[in-house]
């Protein structure tokens, strides 16, 4: 599914026209990044929670040479699913 899916959908159900279902999706597309920029965590009930976890620096090797590296430490976004969206994809058809 895309931004324009969604967009479609938006439009086919509510009734907005297409622009402002576009303002909609990418204002939620929007706030979500502001608030994992910010580091917060982000919980949407009934479909789960992106966090973002920070990552350590570590010694790895590289894998051709063998050689010792430094992999810097990173930030990484996670979702883990909610326990109805897990429901929902486990209940067969």
Do not use: C, H, W
């Not at 949407?44 to 790895?60: A, D, L, M, Q, T």
């Amino acid at each position: 599914m895309t931004k324009a899916d969604l967009v479609e959908r938006i439009y086919d159900r509510v009734g907005f026209s297409k622009k402002e279902a576009a303002e909609v999706v990418e204002s939620i597309f929007e706030i979500i990044k502001v608030r994992l920029e910010a580091r917060e965590k982000v919980k949407i009930s009934g479909f789960g929670n992106f966090v973002i976890n920070e990552k350590r620096p570590r010694k790895g090797r590289n894998p051709q040479t063998g050689d010792e590296i430094v992999i810097s430490g990173r930030r990484v976004l996670t979702f883990k699913p909610s326990q109805v969206l897990k429901r929902t994809i486990n209940t067969p058809s």
